[in-house]
């Protein structure tokens, strides 16, 4: 990568009111810190101080107490945290809230794409976690079974996250908009006995069937014995008998309270499913004392979250910022925001109608979002009273300088910090309430974060593109993939010794404000949904015409990236356009809808190494006519020029 360009005037400035109120840095008077540098430092150096002041600050309640805040000694990649603890996190979302003012506050508010709604109070949510452990015990589940999720966002969506984790079992959530094979592959990988779903829901106006989705993916997944599937549609769907159970007919019957499991601290949480550039998609395995405590940190020194706060991100529950929002704001007595369908209909004025119905107070998007409503003019944004917000937030997704501005005037009218955030189970870099904004760029590590920016050689680089790294163990980090520890190691600790590498490029500029600013691997992130090229080429060559195929993410205006795909044909097929829409087809039809390649080429030959491993870096250069770097290991050079050839 070149020389950093990237950066531009400070726009946001924290007022002298907005800094002494924050809770970072009342976190920092009370530790006797009088800057966010000496703060940063301490917290990276003094691991054990800094990880025991958060579960102070979150008031983190165990059922016995840890002996050591971490213990390293298998290595950082291998840090075990709050060792000989017992604590189950539904304990100190839910448990400990009741008959307190924080049981009979709002914790969930709920709308449907119809206009339909729901609000649930901590305590009201409470019961309905118990009614489904009930029920789920009654099923036989017990502490160590994974369970999954593939609902769209509803309460009872929440409720079946704590449902699990209060018996002690591995919640598996899964992204509602998944076709049958990506499902299906989570189950196997994960081992998962019981399935959690809905008929279907609404988006733009359509049913949308989720039931034979479901179906589909159990039928091939062996270990699956129970599925329990929430009357939300209410029109017929298919039936198995003896697996599929209503859940109105489980759930009501059973009583309002129920044990908590007395797990350990570093008992497997939830494995969140997270696609890369090779291989089947890989399950990053979390703990009860990891990431739901991570978020909550995120929350408050981040988006300086208090329980008079309303939230709402817009999300999955199966991408991490979905867990992220339950388990953040639970565990800090706040409110959350659930919508069902899509924030563009039946107008392009839904988002900021949330806004002002739920009297939402932290918004968080995506940029993909932000530049598809911006087509639509401010007008629909005017039309609503805003006056509620006083936090806007994003993923670390990269934006562009006049999307973020379009936001920041728009939705904060030019008053309201953008607090960005990453994505590995929590924030690395993020804003905050101290720091002064530029446009697309944040503050800095977070507390407790010891990030770098470095060189192809490990060196810490300013003022320039390099990766996105971490050097020290932070309490949220992933502890490991579900059976396959080796591909973790791989993955994120082979490249420098004793280092994360986020697989990130990121600059720092000259006022040490940070930016991401893409994948510096292949894996494509469309939307915010990130989607392995193997996942991809794995459906396109499973069709009988197709001998091999590559799948490349390319820059889009709306989504961020958009899918685009090449596929060699067998000698006995022709290309055809339509084999060319039958094949975008299988892969909208196996993935889920939002993954479907914006475009398909048919090609003769793949550029290849000598070992036959496909060098998707060229074919992504190629077809976006830029230089293609080094070719000393390509086996075929002349099939760059049939790249370029096939646009």
């Given at each position: 990568m070149s020389e950093f360009q990237f950066g531009g005037k400070v726009v946001w400035r924290p007022s002298a009111d907005v800094i002494a109120r924050s809770r970072l840095k009342n976190f920092m008077d009370r530790h006797g810190i009088g800057t966010l540098e000496e703060l940063q430092r301490r917290s990276t150096e003094e691991i054990e101080w800094f990880w025991g002041a958060v579960l102070e600050e979150l008031e983190i309640e165990f059922y016995e107490p840890y002996e050591r805040i971490l213990d390293a000694s298998r290595?950082?990649?291998?840090?075990?945290?709050?060792?000989?603890?017992?604590?189950?996190?539904?304990?100190?979302?839910?448990?400990?809230?009741?008959?307190?003012?924080?049981?009979?506050?709002?914790?969930?508010?709920?709308?449907g794409e119809p206009g339909d709604s729901r609000v649930l109070t901590y305590e009201e949510l409470d019961r309905s976690v118990c009614r489904l452990a009930n029920a789920l015990r009654a099923l036989g589940m017990k502490?160590?079974?994974?369970?999954?999720?593939?609902?769209?966002?509803?309460?009872e969506t929440v409720a079946a996250l704590f449902a699990v984790a209060k018996l002690g079992g591995m919640v598996l959530p899964l992204f509602s908009g998944y076709g049958a094979a990506a499902v299906a592959g989570r189950l196997r990988d994960s081992g998962a006995r019981f399935l959690l779903t809905v008929d279907g829901f609404y988006r733009r106006g359509q049913s949308v069937l989720l039931k034979?989705?479901?179906?589909?993916?159990?039928?091939?997944?062996?270990?699956?014995?129970?599925?329990?599937?929430?009357?939300?549609?209410?029109?017929?769907i298919p039936w198995s008998p003896g697996r599929d159970r209503w859940w109105h007919e489980e759930v009501d019957r059973q009583t309002d309270d129920a044990e908590t499991e007395r797990t350990d601290a570093e008992d497997p949480l939830m494995i969140i499913y997270t696609s890369g550039t090779t291989g089947r998609p890989k399950g990053a395995l979390h703990t009860h004392c990891g990431f739901p405590i991570k978020?909550?940190?995120?929350?408050v020194h981040g988006f300086d979250v208090r329980r008079e706060d309303v939230l709402y991100w817009v999300t999955d529950m199966g991408w991490m910022m979905g867990p992220w929002e339950v388990f953040g704001t639970t565990l800090l007595g706040a409110t959350m925001v659930l919508y069902e369908g899509a924030l563009d209909f039946p107008g392009p004025d839904r988002l900021w109608s949330l806004v002002e119905r739920h009297r939402v107070s932290i918004l968080g998007v995506s940029p993909t979002l932000i530049r598809s409503l911006m087509r639509h003019g401010t007008a629909p944004a005017e039309q609503h009273d805003l006056s509620s917000l006083r936090i806007l937030g994003?993923?670390?997704?990269?934006?562009?300088?006049?999307?973020?501005?379009?936001?920041?005037?728009?939705?904060?009218?030019?008053?309201?910090?953008?607090i960005r955030g990453t994505e590995t189970s929590g924030g690395l870099v993020m804003g905050n309430l101290l720091t002064p904004l530029k446009p697309c760029a944040f503050?800095?590590?977070?507390?407790?974060?010891?990030?770098?920016v470095v060189n192809e050689k490990g060196k810490s680089v300013r003022g320039q593109v390099g990766e996105l790294v971490v050097r020290k163990p932070w309490i949220g980090m992933t502890r490991g993939f579900w059976n396959d520890s080796e591909r973790y190691s791989q993955t994120y600790w082979s490249r420098f010794p004793d280092v994360w590498v986020h697989g990130d490029?990121?600059?720092?500029?000259?006022?040490?404000?940070w930016y991401i600013l893409g994948r510096s691997d292949d894996t494509i992130k469309i939307a915010g949904k990130r989607l392995g090229p193997a996942e991809v080429e794995s459906v396109l060559v499973g069709h009988p015409a197709v001998s091999e195929a590559a799948a490349i993410g390319v820059p889009d205006p709306i989504k961020g990236e958009a899918l685009v795909c090449f596929c060699v044909l067998k000698p006995a097929s022709a290309a055809s356009e339509?084999?060319?829409?039958?094949?975008?087809?299988?892969?909208?039809?196996?993935?889920?809808?939002?993954?479907?390649?914006?475009?398909?080429?048919?090609?003769?030959?793949?550029?290849?190494?000598?070992n036959a491993k496909i060098m998707r870096r060229i074919i992504r250069a190629a077809y976006l006519n830029q230089e293609p770097g080094d070719l000393s290991a390509l086996e075929n050079p002349h099939s760059v020029d049939a790249v370029r050839k096939a646009l």
């Amino acid at each position: 990568m070149s020389e950093f360009q990237f950066g531009g005037k400070v726009v946001w400035r924290p007022s002298a009111d907005v800094i002494a109120r924050s809770r970072l840095k009342n976190f920092m008077d009370r530790h006797g810190i009088g800057t966010l540098e000496e703060l940063q430092r301490r917290s990276t150096e003094e691991i054990e101080w800094f990880w025991g002041a958060v579960l102070e600050e979150l008031e983190i309640e165990f059922y016995e107490p840890y002996e050591r805040i971490l213990d390293a000694s298998r290595g950082i990649a291998w840090t075990q945290w709050c060792c000989g603890g017992k604590m189950n996190v539904v304990h100190n979302c839910l448990d400990k809230w009741r008959g307190t003012p924080v049981g009979r506050q709002e914790a969930v508010r709920w709308e449907g794409e119809p206009g339909d709604s729901r609000v649930l109070t901590y305590e009201e949510l409470d019961r309905s976690v118990c009614r489904l452990a009930n029920a789920l015990r009654a099923l036989g589940m017990k502490k160590g079974d994974s369970v999954a999720l593939f609902m769209p966002m509803m309460p009872e969506t929440v409720a079946a996250l704590f449902a699990v984790a209060k018996l002690g079992g591995m919640v598996l959530p899964l992204f509602s908009g998944y076709g049958a094979a990506a499902v299906a592959g989570r189950l196997r990988d994960s081992g998962a006995r019981f399935l959690l779903t809905v008929d279907g829901f609404y988006r733009r106006g359509q049913s949308v069937l989720l039931k034979p989705v479901a179906d589909e993916a159990a039928d091939a997944s062996p270990a699956v014995e129970h599925m329990l599937v929430l009357k939300r549609l209410g029109t017929p769907i298919p039936w198995s008998p003896g697996r599929d159970r209503w859940w109105h007919e489980e759930v009501d019957r059973q009583t309002d309270d129920a044990e908590t499991e007395r797990t350990d601290a570093e008992d497997p949480l939830m494995i969140i499913y997270t696609s890369g550039t090779t291989g089947r998609p890989k399950g990053a395995l979390h703990t009860h004392c990891g990431f739901p405590i991570k978020a909550a940190q995120d929350m408050v020194h981040g988006f300086d979250v208090r329980r008079e706060d309303v939230l709402y991100w817009v999300t999955d529950m199966g991408w991490m910022m979905g867990p992220w929002e339950v388990f953040g704001t639970t565990l800090l007595g706040a409110t959350m925001v659930l919508y069902e369908g899509a924030l563009d209909f039946p107008g392009p004025d839904r988002l900021w109608s949330l806004v002002e119905r739920h009297r939402v107070s932290i918004l968080g998007v995506s940029p993909t979002l932000i530049r598809s409503l911006m087509r639509h003019g401010t007008a629909p944004a005017e039309q609503h009273d805003l006056s509620s917000l006083r936090i806007l937030g994003s993923t670390g997704e990269p934006w562009n300088p006049d999307p973020w501005l379009w936001f920041f005037h728009t939705a904060g009218k030019g008053r309201l910090p953008i607090i960005r955030g990453t994505e590995t189970s929590g924030g690395l870099v993020m804003g905050n309430l101290l720091t002064p904004l530029k446009p697309c760029a944040f503050a800095g590590p977070v507390p407790g974060i010891a990030a770098d920016v470095v060189n192809e050689k490990g060196k810490s680089v300013r003022g320039q593109v390099g990766e996105l790294v971490v050097r020290k163990p932070w309490i949220g980090m992933t502890r490991g993939f579900w059976n396959d520890s080796e591909r973790y190691s791989q993955t994120y600790w082979s490249r420098f010794p004793d280092v994360w590498v986020h697989g990130d490029w990121a600059a720092v500029d000259e006022d040490g404000l940070w930016y991401i600013l893409g994948r510096s691997d292949d894996t494509i992130k469309i939307a915010g949904k990130r989607l392995g090229p193997a996942e991809v080429e794995s459906v396109l060559v499973g069709h009988p015409a197709v001998s091999e195929a590559a799948a490349i993410g390319v820059p889009d205006p709306i989504k961020g990236e958009a899918l685009v795909c090449f596929c060699v044909l067998k000698p006995a097929s022709a290309a055809s356009e339509k084999l060319r829409e039958e094949l975008r087809a299988r892969v909208a039809e196996q993935l889920g809808k939002p993954l479907k390649p914006e475009v398909l080429k048919f090609l003769d030959d793949l550029p290849k190494t000598r070992n036959a491993k496909i060098m998707r870096r060229i074919i992504r250069a190629a077809y976006l006519n830029q230089e293609p770097g080094d070719l000393s290991a390509l086996e075929n050079p002349h099939s760059v020029d049939a790249v370029r050839k096939a646009l």
